[in-house]
């Protein structure tokens, strides 16, 4: 079965920095990609951060340059680095894992739980 673990979270003033981190288990054989999502109340689920298990990553515009995200193929583990945190970054985030292949030979997508982040003064 597999299981996404998210980790850090919280409160921080504006400005301010979290780190996000995501672990992926269960007999996992290999991740395509893994990224990080966020809902904020009354908006739809948005893609903040991708990267694919060879490097490459994508970025929603608005945390370019203030976000960072990087894997660990080899731990299937993803962590987001949100610096210069603003109000409108407050949302749910949700560690998503993509083309997941299990040693039972089965691809699937999974989701986090979801992580609370809030930037208030």
């Known amino acids: 079965q597999v299981q996404l673990v998210e980790s850090g979270g919280g409160l921080v003033q504006p400005g301010g920095s979290l780190r996000l981190s995501c672990a992926a288990s269960g007999g996992i054989f290999s991740i395509d990609a893994m990224g990080w999502y966020r809902q904020a109340p009354g908006n739809q689920r948005e893609l903040v951060a991708l990267?694919?298990?060879?490097?490459?990553?994508n970025y929603e515009d608005s945390v370019k340059g203030r976000f960072t995200i990087s894997m660990d193929v080899a731990k299937n583990t993803v962590t987001l680095q949100m610096n210069n945190l603003q109000p409108e970054d407050t949302a749910v985030y949700y560690c998503?894992?993509?083309?997941?292949?299990?040693?039972?030979?089965?691809?699937?997508?999974?989701w986090g739980q979801g992580l609370q982040v809030t930037v208030s003064s």
């Open positions: 998503h894992a993509e083309g997941v292949l299990t040693i039972a030979f089965r691809r699937d997508n999974y």
């Open positions: 990267i694919t298990s060879g490097g490459s990553t």
